[in-house]
């Protein structure tokens, strides 16, 4: 184990200490990164477990203000499938590879046994109260059980999503009932069709293969653990589906989910504080063109960093724009894609890294073309900016009808049941729609109210701030774990291997 620490004053003041483990891909740590932040800014020392490689990448987008926040370095295994210094899965050369991923990240549980137990067992800070880790990181809970400590899940989806994948996980039969499909314990106004499901549960009948042996084994673990972290807040998540998401962590003593989002706002890291190191001059010269721009008159249109994107699928979305006649800002990916069209003076489009908060809260953007990743979607509400939806893979689907018929801030380009190709033609009158007819001025009203109670739910008073406290003090409750880690290094605890 190596500790690096983020700031010197992290380490031996007697404080509440947490432990943080995500999974080695982008967007599934920058949210657990800014709750490191909302921790740390309540003076609680946070561990966070990573691998060397992320070391710059969390460095840069860990906030000026988290000076409790330490990573502790465990090397990543290496997997003969995987190319060597993969250690995220935005660095996949291919998607095909993941389940490889898997396997390779599985190999951390034996490291991580070993530094959890130094953890408890250090003279130098307090036993930690709990574990945050991510829901593929399944295997850490049995080493938390092992120790007595308590484990909280993270998914990174919001409550209506992981709600209805986990309902129709329970009930797979609901799947062949034809469209629309039935969800037990989902309200009954609620019209689900089988190609809004993601591929993962539709295909968890099959558990043949290592990869859905994998996922049952994260299922099973996540309704076991002691709760769920949800990036979200409840003026956000209809009741009903917040109820139905808390019935499947109920058999557990205190188990529950906390809505403790939108955690980019709660942790500090707003607009304006982010470390200045990770403004590249690039990021800074696509704000200077939004400077240019007259308020609301830009899209900007990103994809996020896991969905592999074909030329003929961006040549599309590239000719769709260019039809639309709108401004537009576009952050790509792919190094080797040529444009079909020359964006000329209306459009700019950005390589790699752009700051996407920066870029939605300016007042030149007006709206949003978005896969539909739920970071990016809490960025929009936290910016106001109603989205268009072009959802891709995993809950993308769920989360695109979560934000058109649940919530109102934004409209679908993939409407409901369709399969295939989304064409320049629909992102053409998608966008106008957005951008100058009335569904997106009513999605821009929404979203412009939304914005103000993401803001209030993580103020002093809010129910966020409210429900992270009431989460903290249930955890200061518990028995710390430390003792259990003594009687393992004494040879008294016994059982399955961890």
Known sequence: MTIVAAAKSAGRAKRDHVVIFPFPAKGHTIPLLHLASALSSRNILVSFITTPAAV???????????????????????????PVGVETTDALPSFSLFPAFLAATASLKDPFHLLLRRLLLSSDDPPPLCLVSDFFLWWTLPICRRFGLPRLVFHGMPVFSMALCKSLWNNSAALSAGNPIPVPGAPPALRLNLAEIPEEVRNSVDQLGPAAQFLDMARQTDVASWGVIVNSFPALEPPAYVELLDSFYGHVDGGRSWLVGPLSLFSGDDVGHRNVKAQSSSSSDCIRWLDRQPDGSVVYVAFGTQASISGER???????????????LWAVRSEAWVPPVDPGELGRIERGWVPQKEVLSHASVGGFLSHCGWNSVLEAVAAGVAVLAFPMIAEQHLNAKFVAEEIGIGLRLFPAGSVGVVGREEIEEGVRELMEGEKGRRATKAAAELAKKAR?????NGSAYQALEMLLD???KIPKAAAAAAAELDGVV?????
Do not use: N, W
């Open 456 to 460: 209030a739910a993580v103020s002093e």
């Open 494 to 498: 016994e059982g399955d291997q961890a």
């Open 314 to 328: 961006l040549d599309e979305v590239a000719y769709g724009l260019a039809k639309a006649g709108v401004r537009y």
């Open 474 to 476: 249930e955890l200061r």
């Open 56 to 82: 710059p990448f969390l460095r840069d987008h860990l906030t000026i203000s988290s000076s409790t926040v330490r990573f502790l370095l465990l090397p990543f295994p290496s997997h003969p499938d995987l």
